[in-house]
């Protein structure tokens, strides 16, 4: 059976999913990229992303991602998720996963 797919803005996410993309691709996403024809036949680039229930493409130039995690402070200056950041991000997780 395929997971429903959804197609969102970057910022648009919630913290919960920002938290486990930023998991999922520790050394940042420009390189993850991938492109598809949207709806109205444009070609768009997007960050692949799964989840128990969802796939998602979170639409995203290559230029888009690399700011993203130039201004993300849970990165270094060489755009890897940074230690504390990542063990924050799983113990955010965590709780919340404790608390449904």
Do not use: C, H, W
Not at 40 to 48: N, R
Not at 53 to 74: F, P
Not at 82 to 100: F, H, Q, Y
């Amino acid at each position: 059976m395929s997971k429903p797919k959804i197609i969102k803005d970057f910022e648009k996410l919630s913290e919960d999913i920002l938290a486990q993309i930023k998991l999922e691709y520790p050394l940042g996403f420009q390189k993850k990229l991938i492109t598809f024809q949207n709806k109205e036949g444009k070609f768009v680039s997007a960050l692949p992303f799964e989840t128990d229930d969802y796939y998602y493409l979170i639409r995203m130039t290559k230029t888009e991602a690399k700011e993203i995690v130039e201004d993300d402070e849970d990165y270094d200056e060489d755009g890897n998720l940074t230690e504390e950041a990542k063990e924050r991000l799983e113990d955010e997780l965590a709780d919340n996963t404790s608390e449904e």
